[in-house]
């Protein structure tokens, strides 16, 4: 009974409908508001109704001990009164709500505090139960040990003892207030009009997550686009030009071109000894490439896949074959890297790093995307580890590591750079990889062309991934003679070892073996090499603190290391050597503030031999100044413009003649760039004196003429001759695809890279061919997607006649967005797929043909409108339909339609007319009644 009265209270209470207080400890308060027309007496100025009862018929309250409110014991209370208590007032348990920041999480909530008026009293102290926080906070609790569990929000990531609970007898286990803002790091008032604990909670801005599932890319079915057979996709020539005032000007090249031939690349280059001469020209590399996800060819000039011992380069025909996985991506590096096509693309790694501890760190897959893929709490030891993170080689998979400091997801972190622990040629379990190669070796001669095509070579290796953790490798060569060759490559799960072992096998034997131990902040290497010697290399590597880094290294021979030091924010000390002999000691300093900074390094080595260096900038004006014992240099510098400065040099060469030469010059750099980060303009133009003389200086850069890089160089006088040099480098290229224009000046690239030619026009006629007064499109570029994903306008180059977009070889979906074309042009086909290959770009024609739009009113036989009527144009030649339905009016409107002829009906029977032809010459508004017989 008198349990059922004290929740009968405590609800009353809640909803405000009665206050209760004590009066001692065997009285009860009961206060309620009066209605508005009860009259009451003028000194009851807070309008309730006092009713006092004997706590007989109540329970009892209970008391908090001496440990936490002081001396004097206090009684608890039921809930707010709003008449004023005594000062011997208990403190008890009361129902309230519980708010994250406006909005009410937890409604009648049991705590313990007090509240006198409106104020709480000892608010630091009050008691919440536990789960009930960790429900308003929005905290995941998931266990770790007995008594450890690890605390998770949106905000914040802690692991927390169990042991530091209260229990309360009343309420279980509690957190105070207080406890509330030294773990969680949230603050929190009482306020008396939502008659609620309100904690602070941090503001989480959502993260855009990337991973929605991606839209399937279906080709099967569409129309599709060919590259050319054969193709001459650019000519590249290099010239360098060099010459004395006491030699003849030297002339020297490189001629080079690249194409397509049956789906493969193609590559020429030609070495010129003098470009005027042919007969000094030599054939340097002549290559056919086709590189796919599951085999590889390479026939002409190319790399040995062994080490190759014998002399001349390698001229013949290697295949590559995968079974399982794919190969490594090579872009823009030109010729091919057998061991990097062996290697998967994707394989896993394992990431590790040191943080404080407390730290969460968190590994996202790039800025752009801080989608955490997993995530781990620092623990005592100041580690962390990632395993089995799926490693991808190609561009944009780089990974970071969000470092939040004491697990405070709502503070900016510190971002580091993934660290994978990877051995790049194992291959997953059930993988394996084959290659194939023999050919001859060629010797070149002085002025001969061809060369001389000696002795055979060859050889076949197969690669296995026989496990998760070891892959191993069998095969033989001939080069000169017969041997064997083996490998084995061992790097254990979860484990910081990894081993990387070779060998050879014939006549002599030449075993080479690479382990590493690497757990932060220790790395172990130890490297060997065993043939008519042995050769022994061991490396230890100290990186646990970003103001301390260490090396040792011993051959055997000898044993070096290196030592930096960051003593303070500005002093550094730094030494290496040999700890047997010679050693090197420095000490640097760094300092910086507004617009000036400072600094500067001082060496000297067991020998007395000194180095150093200063370097002083103070807004515009910056100085930089080095020396040894046998030179010295000095720079004084003014930027009196962003792109333009004066400069003054001085420089001293301790030698016979104790040379000298002071330069002053103005120099030049334009602020506009190619795409690849080449100035369209830079120079320099001034005067030297020196020991040895005076004269003009200058130089001169410029990209301005597309398809050419010009640079030169003259000197009238320098440190160590007196007499004046010019240098000439002149790199022109040509593309021949759609035309001749100048070229990119990325040759290489090409050898292993395509893309796309698009060529957007009027067709005005409709004929699928660009006639001579149809002009291209360029107004707008953003109409493309591939492979479900839009083609950006900085993903493009954009020419006068086309647009180009630079590919790996492949087949892809091409879609065209309407949205992105006129509205009255439109493509005749906006979805296709088109093969890419290396060495060329495969062009894409879109026509864009005339959209005509059929408008007017539909009547009947006596003139009135007909709505919702379906009226239909169907082509007579494709007999495909548009469909319009009248409105209230009568009014329909057949839009993108083409030039034809056209049968008309309405609801399925022919209208009046019942037929419509639309020519080239028409306007793109038509206007037609109809009507129905």
Known sequence: MFFKINNYLKILCFFNLVSCSFIGKNNLILAAELPRQVSLNEENSQKQILIKTPLENISQPKYFGDENFGDEKLPIFLTQTTSTPPKDDPVTTFIIGLNAGKNNIRDGVLVRGEVKDKDAINFDKWL??????????????????????????????????????HND???????????????F???????????????????????????????????????????????????EQRANLTGTTTSDLKNQGTLSAVGTILDSSWFLRLNQGDMTDSKTWQLSDLQILKQTDSSDYYLGSQATFWPSSSGGDFWGFTTIKRYGFSPFSTYGSGGVNFGQRLQPERISGTVTGRAPPGTLARLVKGLYNPTPIAEQLVDISGNYRFDNVPVGRKIGTNYQVLLYADGVLTAKPRVEDARFNLLPEQLSMGTSALIVSGGGKRHLNNNDFWGDFTQFSGGIKQRWGLTKDLTVGLGGIYDSSFQGLTELFYQPQKSPFKANISGLMGDKIKINTNLSWEKSPLKVTVSSVIADDIKLNTNVIWDGNPNFYATLSNDLKSTRYTFDFQIS????????????????????????????????????????????????????????H?????????????????????????????SSQNANLLSAYWRYTSPMQTKYGENLWQGELGYRMGSLGTGLYGTLGTTVLPGILLQARYEGVSLNSDQSSLGIQLVSSLGFQGGITPGDRQIERFRTQGGLLIKPFLDRNSNGKRDHHEEIYHDNSDFLMLNNEPVISSQLDIHKDNLIVRLPPGTYRVDLD?????????????????????????????????AYTLAGTLTDSKGNPIAGAKVEAIDN????????????????????????????KVNGKYAEPNTITIKADANTLQELNLKLP
């Open 877 to 904: 030649s494709s007999k495909s339909s548009v469909i319009s339905i009248t409105n209230n009016a009568g009014v329909f409107y057949l839009e993108q339609l083409r030039q034809g002829s056209y049968q008309l």
């Open 128 to 165: 919440i139960p536990y789960d009930d926080v960790l429900q308003t906070l929005k905290f995941t609790s998931k266990s770790i040990s007995d008594h450890e569990v690890e605390l998770r929000s949106p905000f914040k990531v802690i692991h927390f003892d169990t042991n530091k609970l």
């Open 169 to 183: 007898p009343e309420l279980g286990l509690v957190l105070s207030t207080k406890e509330i803002k030294d773990i």
């Open 569 to 624: 924010k500005q002093f550094k000390f730094n030494s290496n050597g040999d700890l047997d002999k010679d050693k090197n000691f420095g000490v640097g300093y760094s300092s910086s503030s507004g617009n000036s900074s400072t600094s500067a390094l001082v060496n000297i080595n067991t020998n007395a031999q000194l180095n150093w260096s200063l370097n002083q900038t103070l807004g515009k004006l910056s100085f930089n």
């Open 818 to 850: 309407p949205a992105g074309f006129p509205p009255d042009f439109q493509p005749a086909i906006s979805s296709f797929a088109v093969q890419v290959v290396e060495g060329s770009y495969t062009p894409v024609v879109i026509a864009l043909q005339p």
């Open 185 to 235: 790091g949230i603050e929190s008032k009482f306020d008396w009009r939502e008659y609620a604990i309100v904690f602070d909670i941090p503001e989480i801005k959502s993260e855009d997550s990337n991973n929605i599932e991606k839209k399937p890319v279906i080709i099967t079915g569409l129309p599709k686009i060919s590259p050319p057979d054969i193709t001459l996709s650019m000519v």
């Open 626 to 654: 080095s020396g040894n014992q046998s030179s010295t240099s000095s720079q004084l510098s003014y930027l009196f413009h962003p792109d333009q400065s004066l400069i003054f040099k001085y420089e001293t060469l301790n």
